[in-house]
């Protein structure tokens, strides 16, 4: 995609501040509910003594570390990076890009909480795609690097939780 398109998803943000506060508003609410959610979701496990408490560590854990991994050899430049336009999300981070790692990270701690308690990973899930779509007005990533992440939360997800059978 070129960068027409990008400009055309950021301007009516640029063009107004009110806007713009409540995509960064976006944001911010979702990873920050995100990152409250899955302690929580991890306190409960532990309180239960459920036997998923470790997959459920352990899976999101060694996926986000894979997926740091993979894109510090990767190290592709961001939007703002390649056209030289400021972000609307203030950030400073060179290259890194993909695939997006606040996507990866809803998706896969979606996963987790679906296979806990599917009502509310079906909710994350669906945030997942508000967040994906902030990262990409704000000029932060590209639509590539939020789709990457997405499938990669996801299929790292189903593996982890769903086709590798729980041990005992």
Known sequence: MRREFYDRLARPFEQDEKKKRRLLLVNNVITKALYIA?????AVLAV???PRLLRTVLVPFLSFAGVTLFRR???V???YE?????PLIPKETKGKSFPSRHVFSIYIIAMAVFWVYPPAGAVILAAGVF??????IARVHFVRDVAAGAAIGV????IGFFLIPLAG
């Open 155 to 158: 299929g790292l997800g189903w």
């Open 82 to 86: 390649v056209w030289k336009t400021p």
């Open 73 to 75: 050899l990767c190290n």
């Open 48 to 50: 239960q003594r459920d």
């Open 131 to 136: 967040l994906a779509a902030v990262r990409v």
């Open 38 to 42: 899955y302690p929580v979701l991890l």
């Open 77 to 79: 430049r961001r939007p």
